[in-house]
């Protein structure tokens, strides 16, 4: 079992920037695929970024490549999403999961272990 809760979140405005966090308990968290899920009110949960065991292969979605950043940091069993240059479209809540694929992926069904959530709100 793996508990993950995310932190992070809040309000800010366009332009701007926030780190989301998401620390990992229970089983071994160096042997999970690590992504971030966002869903928006009214919309289907939809992936946002995803990274390796190691930190050495991602994946980003199209729609905030260039924006965000997805790390992890082993030994403190955290991983982050670094968010600029946030937009409106970005407002949701954002949830953390762990997968035990072996590379990146961007399937929600392959993730086994979900967080609760964290709001992320961006205003115009």
């Known amino acids: 079992q793996v508990q993950l809760v995310e932190s992070g979140g809040g309000l800010v405005q366009a332009g701007g920037s926030l780190r989301l966090s998401c620390v990992a308990s229970?089983?071994?968290?160096?042997?999970?695929?690590m992504g971030w899920f966002r869903q928006a009110p009214g919309k289907e949960r939809v992936f946002v970024a995803a990274?390796?065991?190691?930190?050495?292969?991602?994946a980003v979605a199209n729609s905030v490549k260039g924006r965000f950043t997805i790390s992890r940091d082993s030994a403190k069993n955290t991983v982050y999403l670094q968010m600029n240059s946030l937009k409106p479209e970005d407002t949701a809540v954002y949830y953390c999961?762990?997968?035990?694929?072996?590379?990146?992926?961007?399937?929600?069904?392959?993730?086994?272990?979900w967080g609760q959530g964290t709001q992320v709100t961006v205003s115009s």
């Open positions: 229970g089983r071994t968290f160096s042997n999970y695929v």
């Open positions: 999961a762990a997968s035990r694929t072996v590379v990146p992926t961007a399937s929600s069904n392959e993730y086994d272990y």
């Open positions: 990274i390796s065991w190691g930190g050495g292969s991602t």
